[in-house]
Each structure stands twice: as C-alpha cells, then as structure tokens.
C-alpha cells in the first residue's frame, strides 16, 4: 500500500504564497500520474492540478497561471507552488497517486491539508 502525507497547509493571507508537498512511501513513485485535488464545505472534490509520470502538466481554469505543480523523482515528493492566492482557494487539499501494475490500475489518496486564504 502506499502512503501519501501531504505538508504545508495552514492560514495565509489573499495575494500570499503556499507552497504544498506530497511524500509518498514506496516504490511506484517514479510510475505514478499524481494529482493535486481540493474540497470545500458543501462542495464537490474537484481536481487543481495534475502531473504525468513523464512529467506532462494540466490545470484547472481556476488556477492556471497562479498554482504550478511539479515533482521530484529522486525524493518522491509531488508540490504544488500556490501563488497570488484567494479566498476561494480555501479548501481541504489532497493529494492522489495513480499507477498501473500489468494493465490493472491503483491508487491511493493522502490524508488532506487545510489552506485557509483570508485576512
């Protein structure tokens, strides 16, 4: 099974920067199509951001060009750098692994961060 535990959530300001981390345990890392998702009260998990295996990005309208995903194979770790950030950016944000063993498919979900956006 594989562990995600993401890191660097808390309370921030409008217009500040966050920048989110995903250590993953295992050995799939390097195979694995990771992605940013996030959760607000009353709402639908939707995804922010998501990165290929091979490295290969996609955004949500909402976010693109203010949150920049990226990953670093040699410490299994996924991030996601949040600039300019607004208040409608809070939510619970998880992070999500996805991979293929001999055509059949798995994933696993982290435990979820809170990133408050408010003065």
């Known amino acids: 099974q594989v562990q995600l535990v993401e890191s660097g959530g808390g309370l921030v300001q409008p217009g500040r920067s966050l920048r989110l981390s995903c250590a993953a345990s295992?050995?799939?890392?390097?195979?694995?199509?990771m992605g940013w998702y996030r959760q607000a009260p009353g709402e639908e998990r939707e995804l922010v951001a998501h990165i290929s295996s091979s490295g290969s990005t996609n955004y949500a309208d909402s976010v693109k060009g203010r949150f920049t995903i990226s990953r670093d194979n040699t410490k299994n770790t996924v991030y996601l750098q949040m600039n300019n950030l607004k208040p409608e950016d809070t939510a619970e944000y998880y992070c999500?692994?996805?991979?293929?063993?001999?055509?059949?498919?798995?994933?696993?979900w982290g435990q979820g961060i809170q990133v408050t956006v408010s003065s």
């Open positions: 295992g050995s799939i890392f390097s195979i694995a199509d």
């Open positions: 999500n692994a996805q991979w293929m063993v001999r055509e059949e498919g798995f994933g696993s």
